[in-house]
């Protein structure tokens, strides 16, 4: 260890030099508008020797939002892990959002036009006695609530809010505008990361950072928060079980904790990982775990040894964790393009091999079993591969794509009208609903400034709530097709 030192640091020192320049050259791109990879996956040894790095962008990220935090509920050292004063709930002046719908297919040529011109028109300011006129109600959280059509927030200044607009080929199943944006403090944009859950409780749960928001998601009020106490890790994954109120939480240094919300105390913390724990599954009371070394691990929480079995992926980084709803069947998508299927049994090691095998051509984030068909899973691929794909997984068989032009960043299943919808990457960083199973575009929803990270469904099926790389987080209503199909 000792002979081979003097080589690891001058290693380090060269990845630093090759971050720099990773760095440029991603400004480069984006001022390009060309596609830009993905975040580079660190393990946790790489943390600890290159802190100063992964603290760059947060240090960045505080400069620049200082003037917009009145008062912060997450930060101060030595505070309790889970706050017990209520959160003030977000109050909405007029209106929740003040958009304007007059876009149609005609007008999306003039597009670029209007961009430069409201660029023109508005110049970012970070004074904070400008925060009372930007329009939008603070609560004491990491989220806010925008209504004005001068605000300040990134995302808005450059005029996102005159640009919410459908290109509707079917009548939609979504609203055309959003019922509610807020503005999200801290957002990490990482695409290996899986920070959004709605639970059949209505509760949300969103990852910012080191802390975890728990939102009432009828009333949008803020509940709870849970906090790691830590500058050096992050909540890079966290999943509700589908039986009452436990929030499962994976961390950026291998640790994954079990909270109880409605006691508003710390479980039990479960070790065994060495990297970043990026997908939480459940299956019962069996929770499964990937990390960015590729290794699966299922923790049976009801006993001490909780770490019953492993699943290894070719050392591949695990994006994202799915448990069909039969709970017979665990698919798992890497950083490699691999789907894997795996069996039920917890009790497997690392030589076991999956049931089944589905390449694709780039990572795999965006995957979710079908509601209705326990045997059809839906499959999104990264920057190169851009294609969505629905799999009879009994059958081995594709049973249709479509190709999207860009990267699919999440995936939601509607099941009240048997349609899919995808969260988009560069160029447009759209949502998009398709039909099934025929997988034809029926509308397209434009506003996000940066890529649709995370997307989630209410319990009810009615709303969904999305998170984008942006920073803006948006409430939709879902529910508009459905009603005027029972009116007939």
Not at 367 to 387: E, H
Request: proline share 3%.
């Amino acid at each position: 260890l000792v002979f081979y030192l003097p080589s690891l640091v001058q290693a380090l020192d060269s990845d630093r030099t090759t971050y720099s320049g990773f760095k440029s050259s991603i400004k480069r791109k984006l001022k390009a508008g060309a596609p830009v990879a993905s975040s580079p996956v660190v393990t946790r040894w790489q943390q600890r020797h290159a802190g100063g790095l992964a603290a760059v962008p947060r240090r960045a990220l505080s400069a620049e939002l200082c003037a917009l935090r009145s008062a912060p509920l997450v930060g101060a050292r030595g505070r309790t892990p889970v706050t017990n004063q209520m959160l003030k709930k977000p109050s909405i002046m007029k209106s929740a959002v003040t958009l304007s719908s007059r876009h149609t297919a005609a007008g999306l040529e003039g597009r670029n036009d209007r961009k430069t011109e409201i660029r023109k028109k508005r110049k970012c300011t970070t004074q904070l006695l400008m925060i009372q006129e930007t329009g939008y109600s603070m609560a004491e959280s990491d989220m806010k609530i925008c209504e004005n059509t001068s605000c300040i927030w990134k995302g808005c200044r450059e005029g996102m809010q005159n640009e919410f607009r459908t290109v509707t080929i079917m009548k939609p199943s979504v609203t055309l505008e959003p019922e509610l944006r807020l503005h999200i403090t801290g957002l990490r944009n990482d695409y290996y990361l899986n920070i959004l859950d709605w639970n059949l409780e209505n509760l949300i749960a969103v990852a910012l950072g080191s802390a975890a928001y728990i939102w009432n998601g009828r009333t949008l009020q803020g509940i709870e928060s849970i906090e790691l106490n830590s500058s050096s890790k992050y909540i890079s994954s966290l999943a509700w079980i589908k039986e009452g109120t436990c929030l499962a939480v994976g961390t950026s240094d291998g640790e994954v904790q079990l909270w109880d919300i409605e006691r508003k105390r710390r479980l039990r913390s479960m070790f065994g990982h060495l990297s970043v724990v990026g997908a939480l599954s459940w299956n019962h009371y069996i929770l499964s775990s990937g990390s960015r070394l590729g290794s699966i691990h299922h923790h049976d929480v009801r006993v001490a040894q909780h770490h019953i079995g492993t699943l290894c992926q070719n050392k591949q980084s695990i994006c994202s964790l799915k448990w069909s709803l039969t709970n017979q069947l665990l698919a798992s998508g890497s950083s490699d393009g691999t789907v894997n299927i795996w069996h039920s049994d917890p009790g497997v090691n690392v030589k076991s091999q999956p049931l089944k095998t589905i390449p694709h051509s780039s990572a795999v984030k965006a995957m979710n079993w079908c509601p209705w068909q326990s045997n059809v899973l839906a499959t999104g691929g990264g920057m190169k591969d851009g294609i969505l794909r629905v799999w009879d997984i009994n059958h081995e068989k594709l049973l249709q794509s479509a190709a999207t032009d860009s990267q699919i960043c999440s995936l939601l299943w509607l099941p009240k009208t048997s349609e899919l919808m995808t969260g988009q990457g560069l160029p447009e960083n759209q949502i998009k609903i398709w039909q099934h199973p025929a997988l034809i575009s029926s509308s397209e929803l434009y506003g996000h400034k940066g890529r649709v990270l995370h997307m989630a469904l209410s319990p009810d099926q009615r709303r969904l709530f999305s998170v984008a790389a942006d920073g803006i987080a948006c409430l939709w209503k879902c529910h508009e097709y459905e009603e005027s199909n029972e009116k007939k």
